[in-house]
């Protein structure tokens, strides 16, 4: 189905404060985002965290995740298959390389149709897994397909009150960006996450944001933006330390795990930084624009590779970030 096709219930809009600050400034930095829904993102001015506000109400993003996602986000099986084939090939060589150990369980939050499951399970034999997912026919994919457990629908109830044993490995790849409270359903993970077990987070990096903002990177479903600093601020208040975290092609990510003893959690304090990558941003993709509408992204191809040769490579490489990256 295209998304123009598609209709959204009507959603209401309810306010909120800060989750590291609470009822702090805030400042409006976007009011539309894709399919050109409302989309109200603010700033914290005290911490630099960025989230909506306002936002639905808990009711219509639990219909939304339910009834309404595959309208907008998923399009084509076949498709979606080989795109997350490829994203759980990337996150398992991530934890095998900075957290290697013996993996007897694995618990997908947010798994989609789970093929991040299925990838896991094709290179660890006997391996249990398991799933949370709100999406029906996610749900129905998950259990009868990929063969995992459905321990729960949303990681905000109390589904970590039922398992029969931890976790040695929690996936939440791009998942953290969706949740109405990280910082309480980060806590819920902490109580089902073995003893040195590990978890795993994604989410998109607002210090690298991705293509134009209001038609892509600003989307309803995306409740908090994350910079390296809030995301290990939040991990921290829920019991959890950092065993890496990284950024890559506006993905920032990181391998954590449960802290013996509480983590300080100081409060970040990125706001300056966060409008300036922010601002930064935009005057790229205002010069990147004006050089594709006067056609100078095309002229490198008409210029003699002996006169290319003689630009420093460092200029050629800003160049080519300029006009073709994101």
């Known amino acids: 189905m295209q998304v123009k096709e598609a209709q959204l219930a009507e959603k209401q809009f309810e306010p909120v404060e800060c989750i590291l600050c609470g009822p702090s400034e805030t400042r409006l930095i976007a009011s ?3 399919f050109g829904w409302p989309v109200y993102v603010s ?7 960025v989230f909506l506000n306002p936002r639905w109400t808990r009711d219509g993003y639990d219909q939304f995740y339910e009834t309404e996602y595959e309208k907008f986000y998923r399009f084509n099986e076949a498709e979606a298959k080989t795109k997350e084939q490829v994203k759980a090939r990337t996150v398992w060589n991530r934890i095998l390389q900075y957290a290697p150990q013996e993996y007897r369980s694995v618990l997908d939050i947010g798994a989609g149709l789970g093929w991040g499951l ?5 290179n660890v034999s006997g391996i249990r897994l398991a799933g949370i997912e709100p999406s029906n026919y996610c749900a129905e994919h998950l259990v009868n397909q990929i063969g995992a457990e459905l321990i729960g629908r949303d990681v905000a109830s109390d589904w970590y009150q039922n398992i029969d044993s931890p976790f040695d490995l929690v996936l939440m790849r791009m998942v953290l960006e969706h949740l109405m409270n990280p910082i309480e359903s980060l806590k819920k993970v902490r109580q089902a996450i ?3 077990g590990k978890l795993y987070i994604a989410v998109p990096d607002m210090m690298e944001p991705e293509g134009p903002l ?35 092609n506006s ?39 004006l050089l594709k509408t006067a056609g100078l992204d095309k002229i490198s191809r008409f210029i003699p590779r002996s006169i290319k040769g003689l630009f420093p490579k460092n200029l050629k490489q800003k160049f080519r970030e300029l006009v073709y990256r994101h």
């Open 251 to 289: 993905e920032l990510w990181g391998i954590f795990e449960p802290a013996d003893v509480p983590v300080p959690a100081p409060l970040p304090a990125v706001y300056q930084q966060q409008m300036k990558a922010l601002n930064r941003y935009k005057r790229k993709r205002f010069f990147r624009q």
């Open 43 to 49: 700033i914290c001015k005290n911490c630099g965290l």
């Open 194 to 196: 073995a003893p040195g």
């Open 118 to 122: 299925h990838h896991i399970a094709s």
């Open 214 to 248: 209001n038609e892509y990177w600003f989307r309803s479903v995306h409740t908090y933006y994350y910079s390296k600093a809030t995301l290990t601020s939040i991990a921290a208040r829920a019991g959890f330390k950092p065993v890496i975290v990284r950024s890559d």
């Open 32 to 34: 539309t985002g894709q």
